[in-house]
């Protein structure tokens, strides 16, 4: 198994670029998460799924939009990139409240 | 949501006992207790869940009293490589409105 996955491995964009990250894990798992890490700090919930079809929002969702149209694939859409979402973004999926696994990071700048 | 508080750091020397204590004063009947480790550059990792009592895996053991308004995460004999950051969570098991939230963690930094 691969596990979770995340792409691309680092990014750069400029303010006012949209982009898609992209997450993908083989484990079959109904739990899907999107966290934003700034530098010294703890993770911050963006947005999560508990199932193709069904997303909601976490704590800080505003400039984000996620889809789940599979169990795999939960993408990660960034609308118009400002410098504030400058961060380390992880990905991460569950079968329940229980052991999460996540992804090794996808690390964007916003310039 | 339960909201957890942990100490920012902690310091420990190699073959030490560690124990990092987490506050969740208000957690809800069905909520369960996770830690999470972290290294820099890495996603966090699981190392223990529990609801009440005692749990012990390979790596760790976590502590919940009674009363549930605290737990206490037990790494026995640390090495230089469980310099890492701590996480605590609280959350209900198998709820739809599923939305775990990390707070700060602790800084666990191990000296030779």
């Known amino acids: 198994n691969a596990g979770v996955t995340q792409t691309p491995k680092f990014q750069v964009l400029k303010t006012g670029q949209s982009m898609t990250l992209q997450c993908a894990q083989d484990m079959n798992h109904e739990y899907m998460s999107w966290y934003r890490q700034d530098p010294g700090m703890g993770l911050r919930l963006i947005h999560y799924s508990v199932g193709a079809g069904i997303t909601d929002q976490g704590e800080v969702p505003n400039g984000y939009n996620v889809s789940r149209s599979t169990t795999e694939d939960f993408p990660l859409r960034l609308l118009s990139a400002a410098p504030s979402q400058t961060s380390v973004y992880f990905c991460?999926?569950?079968?329940?409240?229980?052991?999460?696994?996540f992804g090794p990071g996808t690390r964007l700048t916003v310039t | 949501l339960a909201k957890t508080t942990q100490p920012i750091s902690m310091d420990s020397y190699e073959g030490q006992e560690v124990n990092i204590t987490c506050s969740h004063n208000n957690i809800a009947t069905n909520d369960y207790i996770t830690w999470y480790q972290q290294f820099p550059s890495q996603g966090p990792r699981f190392i223990i869940q529990?609801?009440?009592t005692k749990v012990t895996n390979e790596v760790a053991s976590l502590f919940i009293p009674a009363d549930r308004k605290s737990s206490t995460l037990s790494l026995p004999r640390v090495s230089l490589s469980d310099t890492a950051v701590y996480y605590c969570?609280?959350?209900?098991?198998?709820?739809?409105?599923?939305?775990?939230?990390f707070g700060s963690g602790t800084r666990l930094l191990v000296r030779p």
């Open positions: 529990g609801y009440k």
């Open positions: 969570l609280v959350g209900p098991w198998m709820d739809s409105s599923y939305k775990l939230i």
């Open positions: 991460a999926s569950s079968y329940s409240q229980g052991e999460q696994y």
